[in-house]
């Protein structure tokens, strides 16, 4: 048997366990070499074609990767590591994020598709180039995302390094980092998106199996142990009540806005829009977001729940965020337990592609190409784009290699830095009519920094986290940030109204009747 | 369009008649979206604030679980059919770059 902290495992388990990952990580990264090979054969190897697809993704392609890219190590193994340790109300809390696809690309996708077909759009950020006809504006939304990203793909890596470092037994918690980036990047640099789509359905397919998996015997072996469900939960209040409570993690207003940038604020994450520009027919979009909003909801909604009832059933261990791996381990065949690790390295792995190809278009393209060298040839951007792939794997890598205890919260900071820097200049920048370059630019840096100074003192600076705790009630930085940049977009943009765009490139934004010069010609030099 | 100056940046956007309607739906869809978001998230907390601060023993109960925690969870599921019956619903618009352009929308 080998030991886990709390709970152990056989080593037919782990054997079995790590036969099924061979096979599912040879057949992911076969899946993107076939891409990479398919595309060159149609001649569709363009760095458009790597970030896009062509445009031409169904609607099941798009819902699994809208899905796969938001649920990932955090629906999978850090959201029930931290409701094994708080109980219901962290479920309550992350479940909010269920109806991403539909606050992001139900929200921008209309608009988003019109803006691409009228001005050759590559990556989301080139409508904003035409918005603002501004490089700073360009640049802040993409050095933010970037940064943020960062941190939410070290989260991403945590959690799948924790769950190797689990199934090895060893604790090769490096070798794990090293395989879990490795196996993300190689299919993200060879297929781009189009590879991602074809992954992201088997993903998503796999991580809906493990969620059934999990929960059905949770509640099962809850009933068998206590007799019923409700007594299970009777169980629970009595002998750890603060799993049924509210308030044993988060204050009020620290819940509500947690709860908000899980929820509304996901809506404008950067790594999450770009997929506005892979379809090209609304009904495709529509149904695009009612089937990821499905699978989102099943599984969001039920992994986030799975962390008390395992706690129920062994309150012992030592890594919570193990749980899924507990259950996956203890409570299932052995077989069943490969495929559901395989899940949430699917979902680990579907949601750094996500990131390494986003992290590609706004640093390489967005930033690098357009704001540096605009006169950079086709090659040399893919082989930019390629080296903006590993590099941003190996720094969110670097900056995992001292893990937290609880991985959520790193990429709850994550989460936040990326709301509170994009939410009002993106939505407003979209649709509010008055919207400067200089509204977009200081709210998107004053939310970030912002963002930044108040997480600190609120939760890392000893003596101001005592302060903040008690005088402020402990509110999210995030809230306080995000009302910062809505009033920095708004005054700001008010304040500076002689600071329009030309009236043709307004118009190519906004009205029916446009002149194509002013569509094609929206970059900068 | 023939007699507007279209490099001029003293334009007054309220004077402009001729603005997309698809592109005004999508700031509908928008609004519509991250409001009954904004709306149900904070709903939920309140409703966790006000029922899940006290005892279990001393808590209400809803289908075996805390009132708290099934009120969250139907408010979501709400949500989650408003929102797609509103997609279900809501005109479908050609994408293309002029809306009666042929080839956008496939």
């Known amino acids: 048997m080998i030991d886990l902290g709390g709970f152990s495992m056989t080593e037919g388990t782990r054997l079995t366990m790590i036969v099924i990952f061979a096979l599912y990580s040879v057949l992911i990264v076969g899946l993107g070499a076939y891409v990479k090979i398919t595309s060159k054969r149609m001649q569709s190897d363009s760095l458009s074609s790597f970030l896009t697809g062509g445009g031409g993704l169904g609607a099941f392609s798009i819902a699994m990767i809208a899905a796969t890219n938001s649920m990932a190590g ?11 340790a708080i109980g219901f109300s962290g479920g309550i809390i992350y479940y909010a994020g269920f109806l991403t696809a539909a606050f992001g ?10 803006l691409k077909n009228r001005i050759g759009a590559v990556s989301f950020l080139d409508i904003f180039r035409l918005r603002f006809r501004s490089k700073a504006v360009v640049g802040a939304l993409a050095v933010t995302s970037v940064a943020g990203m960062l941190f939410f793909a070290c989260g991403q890596i945590t959690a799948g390094a924790k769950m190797f470092a689990a199934i090895t ?9 090293f395989l879990v980036i490795v196996i ?41 142990q206590y007799g019923s469900i409700v007594k299970a939960v009777e169980f629970m209040g009595t002998t750890y009540p603060k799993m049924l409570k509210a308030n044993t993690a988060f204050t009020f207003l620290s819940a509500l806005g947690t709860i908000v940038f899980c929820g509304v604020g996901l809506g404008t994450i950067p790594y999450a829009l770009p997929v506005a520009l892979t379809y ?20 969001q909604g039920l992994m986030c729940a799975t962390g008390p009832w395992a706690h129920n059933l062994n309150p012992n261990l030592v890594v919570r965020d193990y749980t899924t791996f507990y259950v996956a381990t ?13 899940g949430v390295f699917a979902a680990i ?15 390489a393209k967005d930033f690098y190409v357009d704001c540096v060298k605009p006169d950079m040839s086709e090659n040399a951007q893919k082989t930019v784009s390629t080296l903006t792939v590993i590099g941003f794997a190996a720094i969110a890598t670097a900056l995992a290699l001292k893990p937290t205890d609880l991985t959520q919260y790193m990429i709850n900071f994550a989460i936040g830095s990326m709301a509170a820097a994009w939410y009002w200049p993106v939505l407003m920048g979209l649709y509010w009519k008055k919207a400067t370059r200089t509204g977009a630019l200081w709210s998107c840096i004053g939310g970030f920094v912002a963002y930044m100074v108040l997480y600190f003192v609120s939760s890392v600076i000893p003596s101001t986290k005592a302060f903040w705790v008690a005088n402020l009630g402990n509110v999210q930085p995030f809230l306080p940030a995000w009302a910062i940049s809505f009033a920095l977009m708004y005054f700001g943009s008010l304040a500076t109204q002689n600071d329009r765009v030309p009236l043709g490139y307004f118009q190519v934004f906004f009205c029916d009747d446009y002149d194509e010069k002013y569509a094609k010609n929206f970059r900068l030099n | 369009m023939d007699n507007q100056n279209l490099e001029s940046t003293t334009y ?18 928008a609004i519509f979206f991250h409001g009954i978001g904004l709306i149900a998230t904070v709903v939920a907390t309140v409703i966790m604030y006000a029922y899940g601060c006290v005892e279990p023993k001393e808590m209400k109960f809803l289908f075996g679980m805390p009132l708290w925690w099934m009120g969250g969870v139907l408010i979501y599921l709400a949500m989650y059919v408003i929102g797609n019956l509103y997609l279900i619903f809501s005109p479908t618009y050609s994408l293309a770059a002029r809306e009666n352009d042929k080839g956008g929308d496939k």
């Open chain 1, 74 to 84: 955090g629906t999978m193994v850090a959201a029930p590591g931290l409701t094994y």
């Open chain 1, 105 to 114: 690309i139900g929200s921008v996708g209309v608009k988003a598709a019109i």
């Open chain 1, 169 to 177: 037994g060893s604790n090769q918690y490096y070798l794990g980092l």
């Open chain 1, 184 to 224: 993300a990047v190689i299919y993200t640099s060879t297929g781009g998106i189009k590879s991602m789509a074809k992954v992201a359905v088997i993903q998503g397919m796999i991580m809906l199996t493990a969620t059934f998996s999990i929960m059905i015997m949770l509640l099962y072996k809850n009933a068998e």
């Open chain 1, 280 to 299: 090209n027919s609304h009904r495709t979009l529509k149904r695009g977001v009612m089937i990821s909003c499905v699978v989102f909801t099943i599984c």
């Open chain 1, 330 to 342: 203890n409570l299932l065949p052995s077989w069943v337990g490969g495929i559901i690790f395989c």
């Open chain 1, 349 to 363: 792995q579907s949601s750094l592609a996500g990131l390494c190809l986003s992290a590609a278009a706004f640093f």
């Open chain 2, 12 to 29: 007054d956007v309220s004077k402009i008649t001729n603005y997309d309607r698809r592109l005004e739906g999508g700031k509908r869809d």
